[in-house]
């Protein structure tokens, strides 16, 4: 289940297949996640920890990453924070989204002040990421328009239209 399911108002595709980066300890969960987002179009990248998630959104772009939240060592939130606190580490940002078996509305909350766009129930299903891939997708790119509007000395894209 997608917890900020919106609205079903329709968002631009893309041409290029969005490139996925999973982190979850748990093997099986990794690729049964791994074969719904190719099913869906995904280029996907696995990481079996948060230490490992951290090096491959260092050495590769990632449209949205799917992030455990309670891994050994470092998990989603950590991540999230991580990445926040040294962008310029890393090659892009992408759209951060948890996922847990077991939600709660503290882990929520956690997960909105860290960053986090979005949230995913476990067991995921399909339907879940085709809708939440098109969303995730639409976030990053409005936000490295935004990035490069600011870069350029504009306001962005999101305070022009207010």
Known sequence: M????????????RAVPPRVLVADDNKLIRRITEALLISCG??????CNGIEA????ATSSFDVALLDMRMPFVGGLQIVSTARASPHDYKRLPTFVGMSA?????LLELCHQAGMSDFLCKPICKS???KGLVRWCYLAQRWM???LEIARGGRGVEQLTR
């Open 54 to 57: 951290l090096e491959q959104m």
């Open 2 to 13: 997608l917890v900020n399911d919106l609205n079903d108002e329709p968002l631009p595709l």
């Open 145 to 147: 328009l935004d990035e």
């Open 42 to 47: 995904a280029r996907v990248s696995l990481a």
């Open 128 to 130: 879940d990421l085709d």
């Open 102 to 106: 077991s939600p709660s509305n503290d």
